[in-house]
């Protein structure tokens, strides 16, 4: 990389003839896509930070977010969880670098082997949220009831559930979009549609967006369970 | 060929080398913020909790880092292609110190001026849901009790 900085190189990357940014078209684009999904998510989560900068009293996450499936009733477990849920994800974008990585090597058999993996952790993670929400509706949390009172024992506002299944909400609605683009990618390869390409592009453009979904995770997991 | 077969298998090796890296370094990651969260359970300084929710803060930015720059490849792109995205992203950085701002400037107006919102934001409340709502039932009683048998008290000294 540091070879193309120097001045001399810049007139020559843009001085005709050759392309600057040296990226096929398709991953052009879904690196523009991502950036205004970046804008999106970064719109939502920082009117968050704007509501609750404007607020007295927040929930606090730790009482709200406690409870583990298959656990008693009333159990005490803050953060193991979404922990839980976090790793899913981790390992499922470690999963499609591993597919992309077996994409440039065409080597099919590894490609489908990791676009495998990272589906299953992709139906584990939105099963992970889905009995969250679920738990969380039986506590009488929804979009307009908030049942959790603030960390110092005042009356909360509706603010916080609003938020919170407004964003999670997207940002899994994009792991499932994930998903099905995966489940696409490894019906295209097993139809061995790449090989007789030459090339396992797709494969790349899929991963860039399922690395976005990972990505938005980390603010989305950190802004809501951790601050 | 040959030449060309150990080059790639060369470059297969450090690719995965990278991976692996990239891999530890994340879950480490992700395992500090977990351990500061659950340390931070018992803490009530309100300037300590400040303190680690900063450092979860850094922690989070360089999860993102690793993110894009080695699983999503960007840091191997040309410098021309890093920019394009890069730069309109730095958008963010205002926009995190204006709406945040916005937000506790509108707090503190409020509590200056709105004695509704400043009043809400003292009176303490009971949970609702349920599990919850039993125990508190129960340390309200209790508490009434012991006021009951104070009273008897106060009054047997009479």
């Known amino acids: 990389m540091s070879n193309v900085t120097t001045a001399s190189s810049e007139a020559k990357w843009w001085g005709g003839g050759k392309s600057p940014f040296n990226v096929e078209y398709g991953k052009v684009m879904m690196w523009y896509f991502l950036m205004s999904d970046a804008f999106t998510f970064g719109a939502f989560l920082i009117s968050y930070g704007t509501v609750r900068f404007s607020t007295n009293g927040w929930p606090d996450p730790n009482k709200v977010f406690k409870s583990f499936p298959f656990a008693p009733e009333g159990v005490n477990a803050p953060l193991v969880f979404v922990s839980i849920m976090t790793f899913i994800l981790i390992v499922s974008s470690v999963t499609m670098v591993l597919a992309v990585h077996a994409g440039k090597m065409m080597d099919k058999k590894g490609v489908v082997r990791n676009m495998i993996w990272t589906i299953i952790g992709g139906i584990a993670f939105l099963s992970c949220q889905a009995w969250e929400w679920n738990h969380l509706h039986h506590e009488g949390a929804w979009w307009g009831v908030n049942p959790f009172i603030n960390a110092d024992g005042t009356a909360s506002s509706t603010n916080f559930t609003n938020f919170f299944f407004t964003i999670t909400g997207f940002h899994g609605f994009h792991v499932f979009s994930g998903v099905v683009i995966n489940i696409v990618m490894l019906i295209m390869t097993l139809m061995n549609k790449f090989e007789e390409r030459g090339h396992y592009l797709m494969i790349e453009k899929a991963g860039l967006y399922w690395h976005f979904v990972d990505l938005v995770w980390v603010f989305v997991f950190t802004c809501f369970y951790l601050l | ?158």
Request: hydrophobic fraction near 45%; charged fraction near 20%; charge should be negative.
């Open chain 2, 1 to 158: 060929m040959s030449n060309h077969d150990s080059h790639s298998a060369e470059h297969h090796h450090d690719a995965i080398a990278e991976i692996k890296k990239v891999t530890i370094i994340l879950s480490v990651l992700t395992i500090v913020e977990l351990i500061l969260g659950f340390w931070m359970i018992g803490i009530t300084s309100e300037g300590m909790r400040l303190a680690i929710k900063g450092v979860i803060v850094i922690l989070m930015m360089a999860k993102a880092f690793y993110i894009v720059a080695y699983f999503m490849h960007l840091k191997h792109e040309i410098k021309n292609f890093i920019m394009t995205v890069i730069v309109p992203l730095a958008l963010f950085i205002w926009f995190i110190i204006a709406f945040l701002s916005d937000g506790n400037s509108f707090r503190n107006l409020r509590n200056t001026y709105d004695p509704h919102f400043k009043e809400q934001s003292t009176i303490k409340v009971e949970e609702k849901h349920h599990g919850a709502t039993h125990e508190a039932t129960e340390k309200h009683e209790a508490g009434a009790a012991e006021k009951h048998e104070a009273t008897e008290k106060h009054e047997a000294a009479h």
